[in-house]
């Protein structure tokens, strides 16, 4: 694998670094050594301020900044600006990236998929998401494409044990605190990957010059019931407090087995990326 000239050599731009993947990359980019700016949007916990879907400013930042990277984590997951973000925001970060000669690595999701192939999921299969959230991450999927002919589109699962509890392990220790009343689906299969093994990997990913579609998650699928009892088995919890509940019977529709193949990404990658029981009996976790 070539390392790409400008990636390897300048700066690195971590949209969403206010963010629980943002954070991390930023984190690790510093420790390496290297030059590395973060935007927030809300949570002015990084170094600067952008709307992804402000073009302009978009493109005023990838002027000032000149990164020879871009990590682009920015995304919402609801509400009435998500489509907006997630594929407009994507858009503009693409054009900006492209215009300035920078190499962009685009976070993406497993929830493009519809869930219903029962085997994992390689990057050629045909992604159909079934809800609004899906929707909007593949049409920034696309916009990037085509915005950036160098751009490396990275879908991903279920991001966890971070040096604070991700969203899903929160929901783990409300639930078996009592703080909550949370019921984890046993017929949703996902492909945890530890924050800090997706950050290295992007890092190293924004080092080279693959291109297209990667999926890089985590090598061992787990139900959203098997994965909330390791969390609370790790806490020192009673895993049996937490309640089943099914995915399918909730109201907005979820992909029920979005499992990941990512065995092209393990190929081209020195980083290893390990899977939820190796993660969750490590003692060098300071979050767990
Ligand atoms: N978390 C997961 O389990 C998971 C699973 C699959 C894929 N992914 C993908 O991984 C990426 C990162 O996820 P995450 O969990 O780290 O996200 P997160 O913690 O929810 O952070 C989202 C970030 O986006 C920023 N943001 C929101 N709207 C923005 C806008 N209009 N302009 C600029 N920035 C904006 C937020 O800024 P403020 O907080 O400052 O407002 C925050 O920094 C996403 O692309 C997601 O699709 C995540």
């Known amino acids: 694998m070539q ?6 050599q300048a700066g690195i731009l971590v949209t ?11 984190a690790q980019a510093r420790a390496a050594g290297r030059a590395a700016t973060g935007t927030h949007l809300t949570n002015a916990t990084a170094d600067v301020s952008l709307d992804v879907c402000d073009r302009a400013a978009v493109d005023d930042l990838m002027a000032r900044v000149r990164p020879g990277a871009v990590v682009h984590t920015a995304y919402l997951q609801g ?3 998500m489509r907006r973000v997630n594929a407009d925001g ?47 991450k593949l049409d920034g999927e ?20 971070g040096a604070e509890p991700a969203p899903a392990e929160r929901m783990v220790l409300d639930a078996v ?3 909550a009343d949370l019921a984890f689906f046993e017929d949703e299969l996902r492909s945890p990957v530890a924050r800090g093994d997706l950050a290295a990997a992007l890092l190293e990913l924004a080092e080279l010059s693959q ?11 787990v139900s959203r019931l098997e994965f909330a009892r390791l969390i609370a088995a790790r806490h020192g919890a009673d895993p049996t407090r937490l309640r089943a509940g099914r995915s399918a019977a909730q109201a907005v529709r979820r992909p029920l ?15 290893p990326v390990r899977g939820v029981r190796a993660v969750l009996t490590s003692h060098h976790n300071a979050a767990l």
Do not use: K, M, W
């Open 3 to 8: 390392a790409s000239d400008t990636g390897a």
């Open 16 to 26: 969403g670094a206010s963010g629980y993947l943002g954070r991390e990359l930023l």
């Open 79 to 81: 509400g009435d600006r």
């Open 90 to 136: 994507a858009a503009h970060v693409a054009a900006a990236a492209a215009r300035h000669g920078a190499r962009l690595i685009h976070l993406s999701t497993d929830f493009v998929f519809d869930g219903e192939l029962a085997r994992p999921y390689r990057e050629d299969d045909p992604p159909r998401p079934v809800n609004e959230y899906g929707a909007s």
């Open 142 to 161: 696309r916009a990037v494409l085509e915005a950036h002919g160098g751009a490396l589109v990275v879908r991903t699962s279920l991001i966890y044990a």
């Open 177 to 179: 605190s009592g703080r």
């Open 211 to 221: 291109r297209g579609v990667l999926h890089l998650a985590g090598p061992e699928p």
């Open 257 to 271: 087995d979005c499992v990941l193949d990512s065995s092209r990404a393990y190929r081209l990658l020195q980083t």
